[in-house]
Nanobody, 122 residues
Framework: QVQLVESGGGLAQPGGSLRLSCAASGIRFPYNAMAWFRQAPGKERESVASISSGGSTYYADSVLGRFTISRDIAKSSLYLQMNNLKPEDTATYYC????????????????WGQGTLVTVSA
């Protein structure tokens, strides 16, 4: 009964910004670790940013300083603010949740969102 509903994807120009949202239900938000993953066609799914139940955040080196993961407990929502977008950020972005407190790898994710496409192109 866990549901993760994503929104906010779309087209952006290099250097532009987008904000992704993930509305969570069926989990004891914020007691679950959560993350944003992304996957481009033909490529492996990779972790972009994650947050533990205690609020510790983790970022891939490729997005560090440009992306920010955050959560709004009152709204049971997870966000990914993406600034200074680059063409290599183009991918489908997935919201993910674990049943425990600390983020892990993709193959340990307990629930996935449907994905939202982000395209960065001039």
């Amino acid at each position: 009964q866990v549901q993760l509903v994503e929104s906010g994807g779309g087209l952006a120009q290099p250097g532009g910004s987008l904000r992704l949202s993930c509305a969570a239900s069926g989990i004891r938000f914020p007691y679950n670790a959560m993350a944003w993953f992304r996957q481009a066609p033909g490529k492996e799914r990779e972790s972009v940013a994650s947050i533990s139940s205690g609020g510790s955040t983790y970022y891939a080196d490729s997005v560090l300083g440009r992306f920010t993961i955050s959560r709004d407990i009152a709204k049971s929502s997870l966000y990914l603010q993406m600034n200074n977008l680059k063409p290599e950020d183009t991918a489908t972005y997935y919201c993910a949740a674990w049943s425990y407190m600390t983020p892990g790898r993709a193959d340990t994710v307990n629930a996935w969102g449907q994905g939202t496409l982000v395209t960065v192109s001039a």
